[in-house]
């Protein structure tokens, strides 16, 4: 009788471990849980910010701007532009006389 007395007290024992270890880890991915579910909420507010960062960035109208003040482009007039017509006769050297010709005739240097 004394004998199984003492297992089942050492059942109650190690059950009772068992069962406060498993709270514990319980608690510790709760925890985790939570933090990982405040950086999805804090990446996912980054990300809608870099969004509406890249849509202003690409206006029509700052990229205009950065074309002229950076790369100094300019609108295309009939007044700056060459047309060049191709036909299968044209040899490399007339191509590239005519290419000399047309930019010498807008005033560019090659």
């Not at 089942?8 to 009772?16: G, I, M």
């Not at 514990?24 to 996912?44: C, F, I, K, P």
């Not at 003040?69 to 700056?80: G, K, S, Y």
């Amino acid at each position: 009788m004394m004998r199984i007395n003492l297992v089942l007290l050492l059942a109650v024992v190690l059950s009772s471990l068992v069962l406060v270890n498993l709270q514990y880890e319980s608690r510790h991915l709760y925890a985790e849980l939570d933090r990982a579910n405040a950086q999805a909420t804090r990446l996912a507010s980054e990300s809608e910010r870099l969004q509406v960062e890249k849509r202003a960035q690409a206006t029509s109208a700052r990229v205009e701007r950065l074309a002229k003040e950076q790369l100094q482009m300019r609108a295309a007039t009939p007044a700056v532009t060459t047309y060049v017509s191709w036909t299968s006769a044209t040899s490399a050297p007339d191509l590239a006389q005519a290419r000399v010709a047309a930019t010498a005739a807008s005033g560019r240097m090659p």
